[in-house]
DNA sequence: GCTAATTTTAGAACTCCTCTAAAGTATTGA
DNA sequence: TCAATACTTTAGAGGAGTTCTAAAATTAGC
């Protein structure tokens, strides 16, 4: 439990929100969870996981997707019309993106940009604050 | 101009755009800009515009909406995979979005939220930040 | 008006995502 | 350990939202 760490921690993880540790959810997990911190579609992670010889079919890798966010595991993020990042990192941080080539970036930790949040409204909570910081190539 | 100000802009706006001041442009024009801050999606532009017997498709809706933010009279906002507003609020602010009913809103401009901006990776420029407050039902 | 350039349109097509129902796998309890 | 049960995976169909296409209509310039 010193290398395996994050992995041990996917299984306890998972069956707290009631999830089976099925073939496929653990090696997805392993690819999401073991490269450090990812930003990917759901295309990306099933042509991925088909690469490294793992069959999955791309409605269990939005299921799963979907299932580990709800789990805390993930965090979705919604760039364009069409256009959804899961990140690895559940943090609180947020985002670049870089609009010409559409990749997403954490903002490192230290580059503060939220101040004062505003009052939710009557009725309701906050549940999260996303920025997203849009950059275009310099002219 | 005065009462007829937004509209006489939108004219100016269009021709400086290079775009033709057509029935359905100016028509989409008034209903999107004579009625204060307006977040609307491209389907309900679409019907609205028809039961205003205003016959437009809904593929000319799409690229009016397109061409107006290129043209800087509108501003894209996506909040959730398959949904994406249009807001007539140009002007530096952020949104509440109520996950529950979809709806977007804009936050009053006096409850700052963005404090330091991070700093542009290098050969990148910042086109914008959008802050997108979730909310849910307090429970 | 006449001509050329732009715009609109209906419908097909496309992308991303979800659903469906059947087959497969994990868990439970005897 | 093995059946019974519950959950999961899957391929393919289906759906929502958006873009594309090529032809018809409109607009602008002369």
């Known amino acids: 439990m010193t290398a395996a760490r994050p ?10 929100a009631g999830l089976r540790p099925t073939r496929q959810r653990l090696a ?4 999401l969870l073991e490269n450090g911190d990812r930003h990917v579609t759901a295309e990306q992670l099933h042509s991925e996981a088909r690469q490294a010889s793992i069959p999955v079919s791309l409605a269990t890798v ?22 959804s990042y ?5 943090g609180d941080h947020h985002h670049f993106f870089y609009e010409e ?16 949040l505003p009052a939710a409204p009557s ?11 849009r950059l275009g190539e310099r002219e």
């Open 86 to 90: 899961f990140d690895t990192n559940t």
């Open 28 to 31: 997805l997990a392993k690819l």
């Open 62 to 83: 939005y299921n799963t997707l979907h299932q580990f966010t709800d789990a805390g595991l993930l965090r979705e993020v919604v760039v364009a019309p069409g256009r």
């Open 7 to 16: 992995f041990a921690d996917v299984l306890q993880r998972l069956r707290s």
């Open 123 to 133: 009725g309701t909570t906050i549940r999260r604050v996303d920025v997203i910081v």
């Open 101 to 116: 080539s559409g990749r997403l970036e954490d903002i490192p930790g230290d580059q503060v940009v939220v101040g004062a």
